[in-house]
Structure formats: C-alpha cells, structure tokens
T-cell receptor, first 119, second 112 residues
C-alpha cells in the first residue's frame, strides 16, 4: 500500500525557532512536494524536488528551505519560524511525468499533514 | 495564467441530491485534471481524473465533465451521501512539469 508519512501530526513552536518537518515515502517516487494548506487559499506549493539533491521553488518559498539527501526523504525547514507560518503542512510524492506510461501514474500521494502552531 | 478557479467555496446538499463543483483554468497547456477529496485530519487523496481527449469520465457516483473550449471542468456527485462530506479540490497540470495547480477547495456537507 502506498504510504507517505510525516514526522509529526502536531507541532507547537516559538517565534524564531528553527523548525524541521520530515516526510518519507515508500513508493520509490522521483518527485516530492511540500504544500501549505490554509482556509480559503487551498494548497499552495512551497518547494518541490524531482531528484535527490535537486529542488525547485514553488509559489511561496519565502521563509522556507528544503533538503533531499535521500530519494525517500524530503525535509522542510523553517529557518526562523514566524506566526504567519502557522498552518497545515502537507507532503506529497509522485512518479516522474515523462516516465509515466499508464494513466494515473502522475498522481500525487499525500501524507496526513502536520499542523504547526507558531506562538 | 497558472490559476485554477474553483466554486463554490462551500456547498450544502441533501442526502440523495446531486453535488456540483466547478473549476476553470486559463493555461491551455494543462492536460491533466484531477479531483482530490480530503476528509478532516487526513491528507487529500485522488478521487477521479480526466484528460482533455474525453468530455466525461464516470467512476461510480462521481463524474467529471470537461469542456475544453470553455476551459472548464466540473465534478458531479450523484446520490450524495453523508459519507461524501469532505473538502474537494480540483487541480490541473501540463507540459513537462509534474506540478499540480490546485483550486481553493469546496467544503461539501451532505445532510441526512
């Protein structure tokens, strides 16, 4: 069964702290994504990675960085947490589009999310 | 041009009724249009998806209708059930990118 796991379901951090969110997938997917979900704004892409050590900025990368040292693991880092980073963070993975032979292989599979509160 | 506009923001339907959620896009390079379903406390999960070579796709009670000329697509949930109560997101992707552009979501409540 397809699985994307996230290290924490709930986190409470102080303003200025460095925060690490970890995501692991067991599907050997090339692509991994970090989104944040806020009411009325949907899912907004923060960063994504299409290969180990490769990363690309999404729509809202400011205040975030990422790390992908192994294919199965993608970390989101909040360098100095701020209250406006209070949100639900979702990790996803998918296979590479150009290698998708069968319909549906580019499906993104999501983890359960991490609800982060920054005080 | 990268936006996907979704409406309504929320929807209340009686059990047995039809739920309809609409999305519109601008980028003609989009060629993959999935719908995701998200229950409280869970991540989104793929519900159904369509490519623009067909105008409709049906899976059980869920149907996507696709209008390429209008650049619109919609999700229809027939015989809506309380268990369908969730947030629904439309999305689109295309070209060489593996990125999905998501709509803002629709909170569906099906009343018993």
């Amino acid at each position: 069964d397809v699985k994307v796991t996230q290290s924490s379901r709930y986190l409470v951090k102080r303003t200025g702290e460095k925060v690490f969110l970890e995501c692991v997938q067991d599907m050997d997917h090339e692509n991994m994504f970090w989104y944040r979900q806020d009411p009325g704004l949907g899912l907004r892409l923060i960063y994504f990675s299409y290969d180990v050590k490769m990363k690309e900025k999404g729509d809202i990368p400011e205040g975030y960085s990422v790390s992908r040292e192994k294919k199965e693991r993608f970390s989101l880092i909040l360098e100095s947490a701020s209250t406006n980073q209070t949100s639900m963070y979702l990790c996803a993975s998918s296979s590479q589009r150009e290698t998708s032979v069968f319909y549906g292989e580019e499906t993104q599979y999501f983890g359960p999310g991490t609800r982060l509160l920054v005080l | 041009q990268q936006q996907v506009k979704q409406s309504p923001q929320s929807l209340i339907v009686q059990k047995g009724g039809i739920s309809i959620i609409n999305c519109a896009y601008e980028n003609t390079a989009f060629d993959y249009f999935p719908w995701y379903q998200q229950f409280p406390g869970k991540g989104p999960a793929l519900l159904i998806a369509i490519r623009p070579d067909v105008s409709e796709k049906k899976e059980g009670r869920f149907t996507i209708s696709f209008n390429k000329s209008a650049k619109q697509f919609s999700l229809h949930i027939m015989d809506s059930q309380p268990g369908d109560s969730a947030t629904y997101f439309c999305a689109a992707s295309g070209g060489a990118t593996n990125k999905l552009i998501f709509g803002t979501g629709t909170l569906l409540a099906v009343q018993p």
